[in-house]
């Protein structure tokens, strides 16, 4: 069971916690706005995808189970 | 197809054989509009399916696709309304905010009983006892409109009551969700699907939304059978369509044909094997340079492919091109590539609905860069920045906004790319600098405006 | 003598970490109105605002818990553990300590949506959210009212400077939101801040 994090692209307002967050997996474009990794998010790095996520002020981040 | 959970319910019976070859969807000649009594003897009564699985079954024998430009087999659609929970709430799609297209509100002059009847039809597949007309902002319509639902209602002919809601006049106002937004009040901009299926009115009520176009389809399979709709289109893509034409000599019709006609024979284009003399085609109407495919989420092909090339998506799709909601035009060769899509692509970019930072931020950079391409001597950066933009931009908004104007832009630069070398020696081979592709007057100028 | 001296310390410990309390919301609020305007700390990354936020909100209801559980169990004063949480009930003082007692149970929701955001919807808890702008000032009027403290001296200092700065913080809020662009006409501004075409062909 993998996870991918995704962003909501509506919610999103580029507040960019995410990004200092997980830098493995999410950039910031040049206005700001996070480019999410589509890869499965490595077990080692789960917590720190799941404190992005509880993070981003706007709930625009989330882990999504793909089987 | 259908679902493999559930058993396929005994086919639809024909009530009569269909009419033999085309128009189907228009009258066989003239534009009047058909009233109820003329359109009743012109097809017989409107045949309820009986079971909310019936249709479906039809729909999927007869491979009716959708005609609001996404082409999803309509069976899936109303297998996914008859098994949703509540009923969902059942909306024909009539907004066409493409510009460019004049189709849906030609049929909804022409045929409005055909595309009521197929909103009856889908109302009944959804278990539903309301729909909604959903059309764009405009006096007479509406007034027509309004006429047709109340002569049903006075003969007792609907089953579902019909209400009708303007649409804003805005390129994304017929986008699924944005209708479904529109519907619960608020204003008429897309919203974030992470999940496939029905959209769905917070909180929880899903929508089965159709065009009008593929309504008017139904209205007919329900009639004539899936065999009659097969016997025409081809065997992957069967059926008729209306397509909105630009001709080269500035006229503009709707027609209905069947899919996968040639582009030439559309456009009248004359068949020449490509040849030194560059991408200029004869045409009926004039020399065409290139011909635009699919509207202006579609793409651009030059004259010579396309003159050999069918409306279809299994020709068009390898192609990078779709058939979309049937917009064909034909640039006459007296104009500049480059400058109509830079017109197009500056529409686009402010038709944005503003939510997603890579559209409203991506598609004006864009179009500014565009619009250096399309003028003389541009910047050397205008190409690579517009090159990085469109990478940023497609694939990151809600909706498809992003996606299709830079598949729009991508194939201007292929298909123009000799005209671009021509601008950066400060040439062009544009002598006209008329507008030719058509674009709206006035621009949003506040969120009232998708309300 | 140490029955006095007993009540006499916790007296004190409830009024000391009132003050307390009311300092930490009001720098939560300010926090707060940072976050939902993207404003930075200088030096520090953008999620430590966030992450401050969410601190300061937890240890205010450390110190929250303290300053009731101290009245409650001071004798001299009597504070039934129900007016904590139900308003206007208590013997002593009832009107200001009702009040205490509704920011305490505004405090509560929004803590325990903010606990339980991931698993409601975005709007709902925005909606929770927006109850902070009546907590806050319920807080500050029940320090205020509740003891003679306020009445002046550094206590009376302190609660000022809060209300100063919960106040320029607002103001700077709704300045920020002022200058907003609309949504429907962000395209616009960005296509007008592109320079345009030199000549035409």
């Known amino acids: 069971m993998e996870e ?64 | 197809m259908t679902d493999s ?37 012109r097809h017989g009564p409107l045949r309820y399916a009986g079971s909310p699985g019936r249709l479906a079954a039809e729909a999927a024998a007869a491979g009716l696709t959708g005609r609001g430009g996404a082409a999803f087999p309509v069976a899936r659609k109303l297998d996914a309304a008859a098994q949703a929970r509540p009923a969902p709430l059942v909306a024909g799609n009539g907004a066409e905010g493409e510009p460019a297209s004049s189709k849906d509100r030609s049929l909804l002059w022409i045929s409005p009983h055909l595309v009521l009847d197929g909103l009856q039809l889908a109302a009944e597949a959804a278990r539903s006892t309301t729909a909604v007309l959903y059309v764009q902002r405009n006096q007479r319509l509406h007034a027509r409109l309004a006429q047709a ?63 009008v176009e593929t309504l008017a389809h139904l209205a007919l399979i329900a009639r004539y059978g899936a065999a009659w709709f097969r016997l025409a289109g081809t065997e992957s893509e069967p059926g008729s369509m ?99 899509t830079a017109r197009v692509a500056r529409y686009l970019a402010l038709e944005s609905a503003g939510q997603c930072g890579p559209c409203f931020n991506g598609l004006p950079r864009i179009a500014a860069a565009l619009d250096h391409l399309a003028g003389p001597r541009p910047d050397q950066r205008a190409r690579a920045d517009l090159e990085r933009w469109a990478g940023l ?9 992003p996606d299709g104007s830079v598949r729009f832009i991508r194939s201007a630069l292929r298909v123009f790319a000799a005209e671009a070398g021509l601008h950066e020696r400060g040439r062009c081979s544009g002598t006209d600098p008329r507008p030719f ?14 309300s | 003598m140490n029955a006095i001296t007993g009540s006499t310390a916790l007296w004190y410990a409830s009024r000391a970490t009132g003050v307390v309390s009311l300092l930490l919301l009001s720098l939560v609020v300010m926090l707060g109105i940072l976050v939902n305007r993207q404003g930075r700390l200088p030096g520090l990354p953008s999620f430590a605002v966030t992450g401050l936020h969410r601190s300061l909100s937890l240890l205010s209801v450390l110190f929250i818990g303290v300053h009731v559980a101290t009245a409650v169990i001071d004798p001299y004063v009597s504070i039934r553990l129900a007016a904590v949480v139900i308003p206007f009930v208590s013997a002593y003082e009832p009107f200001w300590l009702g009040l205490g007692a509704v920011a305490l ?45 306020a009445r002046g001296g550094l206590v009376l200092g302190v609660l000022a400077g809060c209300v100063l700065a919960v106040a320029a913080a607002l103001a700077w809020r709704l300045s920020r939101a002022a200058r907003e662009i609309p949504r429907a006409a962000r395209a616009a501004a960005a296509l007008s801040h592109m320079p345009a075409r030199k000549a035409d062909l």
């Open chain 2, 242 to 340: 209306l397509a909105t034409l630009h001709l080269p000599g500035g006229r503009t019709s709707v027609t209905e044909v069947p899919l996968g006609i040639g582009l030439a024979d559309l456009l009248g284009l004359d068949t020449v094997p490509a040849g030194p003399g560059g991408d200029i085609v004869p045409s009926a109407g004039g020399p065409v340079r290139a011909v635009l495919v699919g509207g202006y989420h579609g793409a651009w092909l030059p004259a010579a492919e396309a003159a050999r090339l069918p409306l279809a998506n299994a020709a068009l799709r390898p192609l990078g091109a779709a058939v979309g909601a049937g917009v064909v035009a034909a640039l006459p060769a007296g104009r500049c590539g480059l400058a109509e």
């Open chain 1, 4 to 67: 991918r994090l995704r962003v909501n692209p509506v919610a999103c307002a580029g507040h960019g916690a995410c990004a200092e967050l997980l830098p493995e997996l999410i950039t910031l474009d040049e206005w700001g706005y996070p480019i999410a990794a589509d890869q499965p998010v490595p077990r080692g790095l789960r917590r720190e995808a799941r404190r992005a996520v509880s993070n981003c002020p706007a709930l625009a981040l989330a882990l999504a189970r793909v089987a």
């Open chain 2, 437 to 450: 592709l058509p674009l709206p007057a006035g621009r949003p100028a506040s969120d009232a405006d998708w």
């Open chain 3, 105 to 149: 149970d505004l405090v509560a929701a929004l803590i325990l949506t903010s606990l339980a955001r991931a698993r409601m919807s975005r709007r709902a808890w925005r909606g929770i959210h927006w109850l902070a702008y009546a907590a806050w000032p319920l807080a500050v009027v029940h320090s205020l009212g509740s003891s003679s403290d």
């Open chain 2, 5 to 41: 959970l559930t058993l396929p319910p005994p086919a639809l019976a024909p009530a009569a054989p269909g009419p033999a070859g085309l128009p189907r969807l228009l009258p066989a000649a003239g534009t009047v509009p058909a009233d109820l009594r003329a359109h009743l003897a």
């Open chain 2, 149 to 211: 639902i109340a002569e049903r209602a006075a003969a007792g002919v609907d089953a579902a009551r019909v209400d009708l809601v303007p649409a804003p006049e805005r390129f994304l106002a017929g986008e699924e969700s944005a209708l479904v937004s529109r519907l619960t009040g608020r204003p008429a901009v897309p919203a974030y699907r992470p999940v496939r299926g029905l959209p769905r009115l917070a909180p929880g009520r899903p929508a089965l939304v159709q065009n």
């Open chain 2, 393 to 401: 931009a497609a694939g990151r908004g809600a909706c498809h906004h």
